[in-house]
Nanobody, 121 residues
């Protein structure tokens, strides 16, 4: 079973920064992960893509975060990081780590438990 463990959420003032990290782990070796990234869900809203990065380094960002958020990845350690700058109140949501096409004993997609990000003065 593959687990995604997130860290780094919290409360920050508008204009501030936060860094989210996510590590994929399993009791057997993870051979590859096609893409890793972050989604978010605000109360009463559907879950939406924030940013995604493939094993080859191709990135996708939601229009609302372009120029403010940066996603990076360490393929060797199966970790993904989201640097969030110039945060706005509308960035408030639960942020979920996502791993696409994780190849271990079987291939599957996985979600983290979510970490709360609150942007408020």
């Amino acid at each position: 079973q593959v687990q995604l463990v997130e860290s780094g959420g919290g409360l920050v003032q508008p204009g501030g920064s936060l860094r989210l990290s996510c590590a994929a782990s399993a009791n057997i070796r993870i051979r590859s992960i096609y893409a890793m990234g972050w989604y978010r869900q605000a109360p009463g809203e559907p879950r939406e893509l924030v940013a995604l990065i493939t094993s080859g380094g191709m990135t996708t960002y939601a229009d609302s975060v372009k120029g403010r958020f940066t996603i990076s990845r360490d393929n060797a350690n199966n970790t993904v990081t989201l640097q969030m700058n110039s945060l706005k109140p509308e960035d408030t949501a639960v942020y979920f780590c996502y791993a696409d096409q994780v190849v271990a004993d079987m291939t599957g997609d996985y979600w983290g438990q979510g970490t709360q990000v609150t942007v408020s003065s």
